[in-house]
């Protein structure tokens, strides 16, 4: 009885303890597990935190590369060294006056710009709303004539007066002058080419007379831009509504006739904004915008207005800040060498005078070139002029990039010469009792005259 009592507790002790002993080498494994997986969450964020450094570590060499690829571009726009006004106005004479006859400026008042007049470091002046709001038309005349004399005491060109009176949205100068439609308005119910002719030489002819009130000797318009599709959100562009017709073959009539009567006053008259904004949806004040079709459809739509009347006397035409992708997708064609010297002046037989779009906004202040930058290219380009109208932002900074081509010896003296010869033309504006130059006297076979 005691040996079976004995067995059966040797028994129950062996079954007893041989859970105790599994669960003993249980606990060491589960203490390995358990060692092991904290190893895995140690590892985990080990991995986590190299992820995390890693990042940091591209985010801070793309910083370093963002910062680096900013530098380099600051360090390829011009100018290299921003000069002040004064600085710019008490450099050499001859490098101020020949530059400076390229620009046509923008200003706040006439004792700002009087004295860019004076150093002949301009070639023109820009009369818009902020100019004349408030004032009587004799004021206005009176200041700009002073300027004009200025200009004749120094032996120079009359000084271009820019205006930008299309009638309608864009009429800068109305009041004091009187307001008008648009040219769009006043043809929109006519039906024959003689009413409308009637209508739009009439319409000239009134604009004409207010715009010599103030001696405005050049009006930006007409805008020849077609008139295309539906009304858009295209900004402070408006261009639906500022368009003369869809119809290019209207445009070019009406574009020419109001011409014709311009230039018998003794007023250029400016066709805009080559290669046409009919098309584009992007605002040029922001940002650059761009035309995407083929030449061909361009050349038999959008630039018909502007290769029919571009090359008529007393013509100007005002070049935009929009890419032709088929030419010069990388460059806005306000300074493109490619759409100056590949289509404007070969494709159009055009030798007239090109200006820019305002060189102050968006679409040129925001290009990789600065406006400093594209400045020195619209005039290797052989644009004539170019239309600054934010005088005290960007004057500094376009004269100063000049000045620093001009002394590398970086920009083109035989697109200059031609733009003194196209001016000649114009011969309201450079009026002077001049000899010809040596260029012309050859091709007449008149010999020149010896020293």
Same mark, same amino acid.
């Given at each position: 009885?005691? @040996?079976?009592?004995?067995?059966?507790?040797?028994?129950?002790?062996?079954?007893?303890?041989?859970?105790?002993?599994?669960?003993?080498?249980?606990?060491?494994?589960?203490?390995?597990?358990?060692?092991?997986?904290?190893?895995?969450?140690?590892?985990?964020?080990?991995?986590?935190?190299?992820?995390?450094?890693?990042?940091?570590?591209?985010?801070?060499?793309?910083?370093?590369?963002?910062?680096?690829?900013?530098?380099?571009?600051?360090?390829?726009?011009?100018?290299?060294?921003?000069?002040?006004?004064?600085? @710019?106005?008490?450099?050499?004479?001859?490098?101020?006056?020949?530059?400076?006859?390229?620009?046509?400026?923008?200003?706040?008042?006439?004792?700002?710009?009087?004295?860019?007049?004076?150093?002949?470091?301009?070639?023109?002046?820009?009369?818009?709303?902020?100019?004349?709001?408030?004032?009587?038309?004799?004021?206005?005349?009176?200041?700009?004539?002073?300027?004009?004399?200025?200009?004749?005491?120094?032996?120079?060109?009359?000084?271009?007066?820019?205006?930008?009176? +299309?009638?309608?949205?864009?009429?800068?100068?109305?009041?004091?002058?009187?307001?008008?439609?648009?040219?769009?308005?006043?043809?929109?119910?006519?039906?024959?080419?003689?009413?409308?002719?009637?209508?739009?030489?009439?319409?000239?002819?009134?604009?004409?007379?207010?715009?010599?009130?103030?001696?405005?000797?050049?009006?930006?318009?007409?805008?020849?831009?077609?008139?295309?599709?539906?009304?858009?959100?295209?900004?402070?562009?408006?261009?639906?509504?500022?368009?003369?017709?869809?119809?290019?073959?209207?445009?070019?009539?009406?574009?020419?006739?109001?011409?014709?009567?311009?230039?018998?006053?003794?007023?250029?008259?400016?066709?805009?904004?080559?290669?046409?904004?009919?098309?584009?949806?992007?605002?040029?004040?922001?940002?650059?915008?761009?035309?995407?079709?083929?030449?061909?459809?361009?050349?038999?739509?959008?630039?018909?207005?502007?290769?029919?009347?571009?090359?008529?006397?007393?013509?100007?035409?005002?070049?935009?800040?929009?890419?032709?992708?088929?030419?010069?997708?990388?460059?806005?064609?306000?300074?493109? +060498?490619?759409?100056?010297?590949?289509?404007?002046?070969?494709?159009?037989?055009?030798?007239?005078?090109?200006?820019?779009?305002?060189?102050?906004?968006?679409?040129?202040?925001?290009?990789?070139?600065?406006?400093?930058?594209?400045?020195?290219?619209?005039?290797?380009?052989?644009?004539?002029?170019?239309?600054?109208?934010?005088?005290?932002?960007?004057?500094?900074?376009?004269?100063?990039?000049?000045?620093?081509?001009?002394?590398?010896?970086?920009?083109?003296?035989?697109?200059?010469?031609?733009?003194?010869?196209?001016?000649?033309?114009?011969?309201?504006?450079?009026?002077?009792?001049?000899?010809?130059?040596?260029?012309?006297?050859?091709?007449?076979?008149?010999?020149?005259?010896?020293?």
């Amino acid at each position: 009885m005691i @040996i079976a009592r004995t067995v059966v507790l040797a028994f129950v002790s062996v079954t007893l303890l041989a859970p105790l002993g599994g669960s003993s080498d249980a606990h060491a494994a589960y203490k390995r597990k358990s060692h092991a997986g904290q190893s895995s969450r140690d590892r985990y964020r080990a991995a986590r935190i190299e992820r995390r450094n890693r990042l940091l570590a591209v985010r801070a060499k793309s910083a370093a590369a963002a910062k680096a690829e900013a530098a380099a571009l600051k360090a390829t726009q011009r100018p290299a060294k921003l000069l002040t006004r004064a600085q @710019i106005l008490a450099s050499d004479p001859e490098r101020l006056a020949r530059l400076g006859s390229r620009l046509v400026v923008g200003f706040s008042s006439f004792s700002e710009v009087r004295s860019l007049v004076e150093k002949k470091a301009i070639a023109g002046i820009f009369i818009t709303d902020n100019n004349v709001a408030g004032r009587k038309a004799e004021d206005i005349a009176r200041h700009i004539q002073d300027l004009q004399n200025i200009r004749r005491a120094q032996g120079m060109p009359r000084l271009i007066v820019a205006a930008d009176q +299309e009638g309608g949205y864009v009429s800068r100068l109305s009041p004091p002058l009187k307001w008008q439609p648009t040219l769009g308005m006043v043809i929109a119910k006519l039906k024959t080419d003689s009413e409308r002719e009637k209508a739009v030489r009439d319409y000239a002819e009134l604009q004409a007379r207010e715009l010599d009130r103030l001696g405005i000797t050049m009006n930006f318009g007409p805008v020849v831009d077609l008139q295309l599709g539906t009304p858009r959100n295209d900004g402070e562009t408006r261009i639906y509504w500022r368009a003369i017709s869809s119809n290019p073959y209207v445009v070019a009539k009406v574009a020419g006739w109001y011409c014709d009567t311009l230039t018998k006053f003794n007023i250029i008259c400016t066709l805009k904004h080559f290669p046409g904004l009919g098309r584009v949806a992007r605002d040029t004040h922001v940002a650059s915008g761009e035309l995407k079709q083929k030449l061909s459809q361009l050349e038999l739509s959008d630039w018909l207005p502007f290769r029919r009347v571009m090359t008529e006397p007393g013509v100007a035409t005002m070049v935009g800040h929009v890419r032709i992708d088929a030419v010069d997708p990388a460059t806005p064609a306000s300074f493109s +060498e490619a759409v100056v010297n590949q289509v404007i002046r070969p494709r159009f037989e055009n030798d007239g005078l090109l200006i820019t779009d305002d060189f102050s906004m968006g679409a040129v202040t925001g290009s990789k070139e600065g406006v400093g930058g594209a400045a020195v290219k619209a005039f290797n380009a052989g644009i004539d002029l170019i239309l600054l109208c934010a005088l005290d932002a960007h004057y500094d900074i376009v004269m100063s990039s000049l000045i620093e081509a001009d002394i590398k010896g970086e920009t083109a003296l035989t697109r200059e010469q031609e733009t003194t010869e196209r001016l000649k033309h114009y011969v309201f504006v450079d009026d002077r009792e001049l000899p010809p130059s040596a260029p012309l006297r050859a091709e007449q076979g008149v010999p020149p005259v010896s020293p």
